[in-house]
């Protein structure tokens, strides 16, 4: 192992389990934390960081896969639009999410134009190079609705425009921390995210609910030690606020970013998938920025259809809510694998079922 790759240094990784493990004797009860994002999620299972928990320590993914919570109407108005003649252009891991009748992937084997792209400004470069209108569907949490309203301060193509997906995470926390059979004493907020909104975001939540947050990074370490900062926490019975990814996260975050996402998105309630309909937790284009909205300059008619048996079964809400895990739903591994999706969080990289199934509780090491 580098000597300089410290944030997976397997001796610092036993002083906090340690750490915990003593912790954990000052609390009375269980403690069950939750992390939303499926980085964390991908992190914690690769390097099995569950295993090194002391007993009566938990730990589980709330509604922290874009992807996943991306409600299965705003896909058909996508597959609609391209069906339409519209060029689609969107992230990889959106390609082949089910709609209520077919993914992205299903009408582009059908003849329809969908291109994969990598970031929002690859999407205008396809549009500048196309004649057809090229619509961006665009998902994702504050992290990738920064560059979205990048591009659109810039001017792009008059054939561009988006249909936002976009989504903020800081209601669905609220929403998932009122649920009664959710059971959270902490949560560990999204590194990235926070890069860009900036952790006192989550000062008024912690008055609010009464529990602790602590911003946490992506490798072993940043793990393990915004765990230890929860429990210092919960032993002390505070509900304090903490960032245990300093250097990549300050109190304010990228103020120019926000900036860009205050002037460029207005927020709304809109459905997550399975979880709930959440007040001021979708991103849609303002007034500003409306010859820009794809929902404003066409007529979109999605075709729904009828929902499958299969999709019924799909515990991918209560999975997301932290309520269930993948292992306990009939579908998982069976009907529904990567190759045959049944719900969203299979089809992800950052889906809990597809992360559960690809390491099956053995880590990647």
């Known amino acids: 192992m580098s000597e300089d790759l410290k944030f997976r240094d397997p001796d610092a990784a036993e002083e906090l389990a340690a750490d915990l493990e003593e912790l954990m004797d000052r609390i009375d009860d269980p403690v069950e934390i939750m992390h939303v994002c499926g980085s964390h999620e991908q992190v914690i299972a690769k390097f099995g960081l569950r295993s090194m928990l002391p007993e009566g320590l938990s730990i589980t993914m709330g509604p922290g896969c874009p992807v996943c919570v991306t409600d299965m109407p705003e896909v058909d108005e996508a597959v609609a639009l391209a069906e339409d003649g519209k060029v689609v252009a969107t992230y990889g891991d959106m390609f082949r999410v089910p709609g209520t009748r077919k993914s992205l992937a299903d009408a582009k084997a059908a003849g329809a134009s969908v291109e994969v792209v990598y970031s929002a400004s690859e999407a205008v470069d396809l549009a500048a190079e196309r004649d057809e209108e090229v619509v961006f569907f665009a998902t994702g949490f504050e992290t990738t609705a920064a560059p979205t309203a990048a591009i659109l301060q810039t001017g792009p193509p008059e054939n561009f425009s988006v249909l936002s997906a976009h989504k903020y995470v800081p209601p669905a926390m609220e929403v998932v921390a009122e649920m009664p059979d959710t059971d959270v004493d902490g949560f560990l907020a999204a590194g990235h995210a926070a890069t860009i909104t900036g952790y006192g975001l989550f000062e008024e939540f912690v008055d609010g609910y009464d529990l602790p947050v602590v911003v946490g990074g992506f490798e072993p370490i940043d793990v393990l030690y915004g765990l230890r900062k929860l429990l210092e926490f919960l032993a002390e019975g505070e509900d304090g606020l903490a960032n245990a990814y300093p250097r990549c996260v300050t109190r304010e975050g990228n103020e120019a970013a926000m900036d860009a996402i205050r002037e460029v998105f207005d927020l709304t309630a809109g459905e997550w998938r399975g979880i709930a309909d959440i007040p001021d937790a979708n991103f849609v ?73 690809e390491y099956g509780g053995r880590p990647d090491l």
């Open 285 to 357: 284009l303002s007034d500003a920025y409306a010859e820009y909205d794809a929902r404003e300059r066409f007529d979109i008619e999605p075709v729904e259809g009828d929902v499958d048996p299969l999709t019924e079964q799909c515990l991918c809400g209560d999975i997301m809510a932290g309520t269930t895990s993948p292992e306990e739903c009939d579908l998982f591994g069976d009907e529904c694998t990567p190759s045959n999706p049944v719900g969203a969080c299979m089809v992800s990289d950052e889906g809990t079922c597809k992360i559960h199934l």
